[in-house]
């Protein structure tokens, strides 16, 4: 049995913050899925949440996986960071490469929106799906000792 995070999000061009799904999937040994939880999410700033603006450092969404050189993984164990709101949930690696250049972006956290709304980056969700998403992604680690769930990100 293994873990993932998909974070679903329909990256465009807008002067309104788009919002995507993250979705916690349990996928048995024989490739059966079966989804544990799903939240609202965002990540980027308005107007920077197009497929080409994903490179833009400060204001680009995550890119999507298909774009990135590494795996990307969510720590299940949070951290505390004021300046995030409180607890956060680092994406590791830190530093992310494009798959086909040189562009990067890194220190991205899934945390509360907690500033303006969007992020710089980072996946957030807002007050009320924060608070059911820490003990989901918290569960995996306090069950079964996983310290880390694999993140994909898709263009919905």
């Given amino acids: 049995m293994r873990y993932e995070l998909r974070f679903r999000f329909p990256f465009a061009q807008s002067d309104n913050l788009i919002y995507g799904q993250l979705v916690l999937v ?3 040994d024989d490739g059966t899925e079966i989804t ?3 939240w609202i999410a965002t990540s980027g700033l308005r ?3 197009s497929l080409e603006g994903v490179w833009t450092r400060g ?3 995550l890119p999507p996986s298909v774009q990135i050189r590494e795996d990307v ?3 299940t164990i949070p951290q505390q ?3 995030l709101g409180g607890l956060a949930f680092q994406i590791q690696p830190v530093t992310i490469h494009e798959k086909d250049g040189d562009r990067i972006r890194s220190e991205a956290f899934i945390h509360e929106d907690t500033n303006s709304p969007g992020s710089l980056m980072c996946p957030v969700l807002p007050k009320e799906e924060f608070l059911r998403f820490i003990p989901a ?3 995996p680690w306090v069950r079964d ?3 880390s769930i694999k993140l994909i990100v898709e263009a919905a």
Wanted: aromatic residues 8%; positive net charge.
């Fill in 26 to 28: 349990m996928i048995d």
């Fill in 36 to 38: 544990v939880a799903s």
């Fill in 47 to 49: 107007g920077h949440q």
């Fill in 59 to 61: 204001k680009g969404a």
């Fill in 73 to 75: 993984w969510a720590d």
């Fill in 81 to 83: 960071k004021p300046n």
């Fill in 137 to 139: 992604l918290y569960g």
């Fill in 145 to 147: 000792r996983i310290g």
